[in-house]
């Protein structure tokens, strides 16, 4: 089975914090993604990333950064951690090649700034 | 731009009446369409998922859904529910995005199912 891990369920940080979400997968897999999940507005894509050292941005780009520096890894950055950035935080993995478009997705991190 | 629709943001049902959760699809090519389940305070499951051959494709727990290219809709369904499938539920088409792929979804469609 695919495994997507987050590196916490839950944080907390306060308003101005460099926050760091880290998300790992053990497939393989050359596809990553961000997003962020918030009631009523469904999930919205931050970043993605196809390959080691190369991303792409999302529907919704703005004060967030990732970092792709291993095949395995994939990290969401909040260089300045605002109110409006609390929601829950979901990172997905998806092969590139053949026809295995599917998204395998982490349990999430919840995230609050205060 | 391609775009999913979920027709219902809220499904309420009483357990082991059927149930069906609908999703149409804006597109002009040849689409890939999943559907995802999230229970609660948990990540995104793949449910069951179109790519090609038959248009009806079912999943191991009851739930099946077809894909009608004429009305662009993949409407998932169930004859029955349980208590246990009360979550969110979503649709979610796959499209090109340079030379790759990315999945564009819907709002979803919270599933509570009532004793």
């Known amino acids: 089975d695919v495994k997507v891990t987050q590196s916490s369920r839950y944080l907390v940080k306060r308003t101005g914090e460099k926050v760091f979400l880290e998300c790992v997968q053990d497939?393989?897999?050359?596809?990553m993604f961000w997003y962020r999940q918030d009631p009523g507005l469904g999930l919205r894509l931050i970043y993605f990333s196809y390959d080691v050292k190369m991303k792409e941005k999302g529907d919704i780009p703005e004060g967030y950064s990732v970092s792709r520096e291993k095949k395995e890894r994939f990290s969401l950055i909040l260089e300045s951690a605002s109110t409006n950035q609390t929601s829950m935080y979901l990172c997905?993995?998806?092969?590139?090649?053949?026809?295995?478009?599917?998204?395998?997705f982490g349990p999430g991190t919840r995230l609050t700034v205060t | 731009a391609q775009s999913v629709t979920q027709l219902d943001s809220q499904v309420p049902v009483f357990e082991e009446a059927p149930v069906e959760l609908r999703c149409n699809y804006s597109?002009?090519?040849?689409?890939?369409l999943f559907w995802y389940v999230q229970y609660p305070n948990q990540g995104l499951q793949l449910l069951l998922k179109?790519?090609?051959?038959s248009t009806l494709v079912e999943s191991i727990n009851g739930f099946e859904a077809e894909f009608n290219k004429s009305q662009t809709s993949f409407h998932l369904r169930k004859p029955s529910v349980h208590i246990s499938d009360t979550a969110e539920y979503f649709c979610?088409?796959?499209?090109?995005?340079?030379?790759?792929?990315?999945?564009?979804w819907g709002l979803g469609t919270s599933l509570a199912v009532n004793p």
């Open positions: 597109s002009s090519v040849s689409v890939y």
């Open positions: 179109y790519l090609s051959g």
């Open positions: 997905a993995s998806s092969l590139y090649s053949g026809r295995r478009y599917e998204q395998y």
């Open positions: 979610a088409v796959s499209v090109h995005a340079g030379n790759n792929r990315k999945l564009i």
């Open positions: 497939m393989d897999h050359e596809n």
